[in-house]
């Protein structure tokens, strides 16, 4: 993805005190075009007191996308912290595609993804750093018609070099989703 955004909104709030309904959810909106023209990345920075409405807005936004527009979710693990209902997706829904990089995700997003009949596309499985570099080099393979596996290794070889460890250290934070 391009480092520039396409267009951004900022909002402001004050998280430190208690969720407010007027208080917007996010504070800041980020628009990324790749270069290529194939995709746009639609960014939004939650609020950290808004992590029920931003896993709620997740989840709503992963069962509408269609199979060619995927969702991520990179931060927080807000479901190790709240009870989010999950839609449940019509039966002829079409499977959409997720990314979740935070803490743990494998654990607290695979069944809720399976009944939204979403297909996890990259997910973790300890506790980790969940930068964004990580998905930039997932969606490049993604783009590409990469699979499961060519994306975990993009994934690990990316996190390996960020955190600088070996990339079979860094294979051991996301699960091989192609079984």
């Not at 939004?44 to 931003?54: E, I, L, P, S, V």
């Not at 930039?136 to 600088?164: C, F, M, P, T």
């Amino acid at each position: 993805m391009d480092s520039q955004p396409t267009s951004s909104e900022a909002k402001s709030g004050n998280s430190s005190k208690p969720p407010n309904p007027r208080t917007p959810t996010f504070c800041v909106t980020l628009k990324f075009k790749h270069h290529t023209g194939k995709t746009t990345l639609t960014a939004h920075a939650y609020r950290g007191d808004r992590m029920r409405d931003c896993l709620e807005e997740f989840y709503t936004t992963t069962r509408d996308a269609g199979k060619d527009d995927p969702v991520a979710l990179i931060g927080h693990n807000g479901m190790m912290d709240n009870i989010v209902t999950i839609p449940q997706a019509p039966v002829d829904d079409e499977a959409s595609s997720a990314i979740v990089l935070g803490c743990l995700s494998e654990g607290h997003f695979t069944d809720p993804l399976k009944k939204m009949n979403s297909n996890p596309l990259l997910l973790t499985r300890s506790l980790m750093y969940p930068g964004s570099f990580i998905l930039h080099d997932a969606i490049e393979v993604w783009l590409n018609n990469g699979s499961k596996a060519q994306i975990r290794e993009a994934a690990a070889k990316a996190y390996a070099k960020n955190q600088k460890i070996s990339i079979k250290g860094a294979r051991t934070v996301f699960p091989d989703l192609s079984k």
